[in-house]
C-alpha cells in the first residue's frame, strides 16, 4: 500500500520570518480529501522518514491547493532543511490528512491560543470558526515583533478576534486575563510548545474548565540528529565539575548542583540564558545565533545545546 498517496508539486514559498517559511503545493493527478481545521499531512523525507504538517486554510488559497507552514530548525534530522530547500516545482509525497485536533463542542464558543509554529492549525481553526458562525478569541503569543509568522493573514482571518501578545513588552500573554474573559462554556485549544500548552492547561483546570474541553497539540521540535550523550561541564570561576546526564538540559544540571542561572524561553529563541564558552566544543541547538557565532564555538545557549566534546569550560 502506498503510504504517502499525494503527489504534491511547489507553486510558491514565501519567507514569513527568518525561520519560518508557508509552502503552497498543488496536487499531481488528483485532489487532497476534504480535511477539518486541526488536520495534517506527513511529508516524506529523502531520508525515508516523514514530518507532520498541519493544513493551513490560508485567506485566497486556491481550491485545492495545499499550504504549510514550516519553521526551519537547526540540528534537525533533515526535516526541515529538506522542506525549506523546496523551490517551486519541486515535487514531494504526502500521507492523506489525518486529524488527531479537530474543533469539537458543536456550536460552543473557542479560546484559542498559539505559539510559534503552533500557529498553523489555529489558524485554520479561526477560518472554519468563522465559516461556521462561531464566536471566538485568539491569543498569539511569540517572543518579539517580527518573529510571529501569518499575522497580516490572521488579521485578515479574525479581524477583532486576534490578540497579539510578545514576550518582551507589556502585552505579554495573560493566560488567566484571557481564560477569565471568555464565555463560561468556551472550548480552550493551545499550539505551541510545551510551557505554552501546561500553563493554558493548569489555567483552565483551575478556572474550573473540565479537561474534557481543553484540547492542545504540542508543537514538537525535530529530535537532533545524533542522540543526547551526557558530556561535562566546568565552571571556569571555581572550576567545580558537572555532569550534564542525556535527559538534563546544562540549565537543569546547573541548578541541581544549587547554582543560580539566568533563563527565559528554554527553546533557545530568547538569548537570556547565553554563556561564553572558553573551551570545547558546543552542539549548537538553538534558532538565535548566527553560523558565524556558532562557527566561533565561543558562545552558546545553555538551555537547549549541549557538547560535541566530553566537556565544556563555560565563562561561569
Ligand atoms: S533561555 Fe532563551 S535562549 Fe536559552
Same mark, same amino acid.
Given at each position: 500500500?502506498?503510504t504517502h498517496?499525494l503527489?504534491?508539486?511547489?507553486q510558491?514559498?514565501?519567507?514569513?520570518?527568518?525561520?519560518?517559511?508557508?509552502?503552497?503545493?498543488?496536487?499531481?493527478?488528483?485532489?487532497?480529501?476534504?480535511?477539518?481545521?486541526?488536520?495534517? /499531512?506527513?511529508?516524506? #523525507?529523502?531520508?525515508? +522518514?516523514?514530518? =507532520?504538517y498541519? $493544513?493551513?486554510? &490560508? *485567506?485566497? @488559497?486556491?481550491?485545492?491547493?495545499?499550504?504549510?507552514?514550516?519553521?526551519?530548525?537547526?540540528?534537525?534530522?533533515?526535516?526541515?532543511?529538506f522542506?525549506?530547500?523546496?523551490?517551486t516545482?519541486?515535487?514531494?509525497?504526502?500521507?492523506?490528512?489525518?486529524?488527531?485536533?479537530?474543533?469539537?463542542?458543536?456550536?460552543?464558543?473557542?479560546?484559542?491560543?498559539?505559539?510559534?509554529?503552533?500557529?498553523?492549525?489555529?489558524?485554520?481553526?479561526?477560518?472554519?470558526l468563522?465559516?461556521?458562525? /462561531?464566536?471566538?478569541? #485568539?491569543?498569539?503569543? +511569540?517572543?518579539? =515583533?517580527?518573529? $510571529?509568522?501569518? &499575522? *497580516?493573514? @490572521?488579521?485578515?482571518?479574525?479581524?477583532?478576534g486576534?490578540?497579539?501578545?510578545?514576550d518582551?513588552?507589556?502585552?505579554?500573554?495573560?493566560?488567566?486575563?484571557?481564560?477569565?474573559d471568555?464565555?463560561?462554556?468556551?472550548?480552550?485549544?493551545?499550539?505551541g510548545?510545551?510551557?505554552?500548552?501546561?500553563?493554558?492547561?493548569?489555567?483552565a483546570?483551575s478556572?474550573?474548565?473540565p479537561?474534557?474541553?481543553?484540547?492542545?497539540?504540542?508543537?514538537?521540535?525535530e529530535?537532533p540528529?545524533?542522540?543526547?550523550?551526557?558530556f561535562?561541564?566546568?565552571?571556569?570561576s571555581?572550576?567545580?565539575?558537572?555532569?550534564v546526564?542525556?535527559d538534563?538540559?546544562?540549565?537543569?544540571?546547573?541548578?541541581?548542583?544549587?547554582?543560580?542561572?539566568?533563563?527565559?524561553?528554554?527553546?533557545?529563541?530568547?538569548?537570556?540564558?547565553?554563556?561564553?564558552?572558553?573551551?570545547?566544543?558546543?552542539?549548537?541547538?538553538?534558532?538565535?545565533?548566527?553560523?558565524d557565532?556558532?562557527?566561533?564555538?565561543?558562545?552558546?545557549?545553555?538551555?537547549v545545546?549541549?557538547?560535541?566534546?566530553e566537556?565544556?569550560?563555560?565563562?561561569?
Open positions: 500500500m502506498d498517496p503527489k504534491l508539486k511547489v510558491s514559498v514565501v519567507a514569513e520570518t527568518p525561520f519560518i517559511r508557508s509552502l503552497v503545493f498543488g496536487v499531481e493527478g488528483g485532489a487532497v480529501p476534504r480535511w477539518q481545521a486541526g488536520a495534517h /499531512i506527513r511529508v516524506s #523525507l529523502p531520508n525515508g +522518514g516523514d514530518r =507532520p498541519s $493544513l493551513m486554510a &490560508l *485567506p485566497g @488559497l486556491a481550491e485545492g491547493a495545499v499550504a504549510l507552514g514550516v519553521l526551519r530548525e537547526e540540528m534537525s534530522t533533515g526535516g526541515s532543511q522542506m525549506h530547500a523546496l523551490k516545482g519541486d515535487i514531494v509525497r504526502a500521507t492523506a490528512p489525518v486529524n488527531n485536533f479537530p474543533l469539537q463542542g458543536g456550536s460552543a464558543p473557542a479560546l484559542l491560543f498559539a505559539g510559534g509554529i503552533g500557529v498553523t492549525p489555529i489558524l485554520s481553526m479561526a477560518a472554519e468563522n465559516a461556521r458562525g /462561531i464566536p471566538y478569541r #485568539l491569543h498569539y503569543a +511569540g517572543r518579539t =515583533p517580527g518573529r $510571529l509568522a501569518f &499575522l *497580516p493573514q @490572521l488579521q485578515a482571518i479574525c479581524s477583532k486576534l490578540a497579539v501578545h510578545y518582551s513588552d507589556e502585552s505579554r500573554l495573560d493566560v488567566a486575563a484571557a481564560l477569565g471568555a464565555p463560561a462554556d468556551a472550548h480552550v485549544y493551545v499550539c510548545p510545551a510551557g505554552m500548552i501546561d500553563a493554558v492547561k493548569a489555567g483546570l478556572r474550573g474548565v479537561a474534557d474541553r481543553i484540547h492542545f497539540e504540542l508543537f514538537k521540535a529530535q540528529g545524533s542522540p543526547n550523550k551526557p561535562e561541564v566546568e565552571l571556569k571555581t572550576g567545580q565539575v558537572i555532569t546526564a542525556t538534563q538540559s546544562i540549565i537543569q544540571a546547573l541548578e541541581a548542583a544549587g547554582l543560580d542561572v539566568l533563563y527565559d524561553c528554554q527553546r533557545g529563541d530568547c538569548g537570556i540564558c547565553q554563556c561564553g564558552v572558553i573551551a570545547g566544543v558546543p552542539d549548537h541547538r538553538d534558532v538565535i545565533l548566527s553560523d557565532e556558532k562557527a566561533s564555538n565561543k558562545v552558546m545557549q545553555i538551555c545545546s549541549r557538547a560535541k566534546s566537556r565544556l569550560v563555560l565563562d561561569l
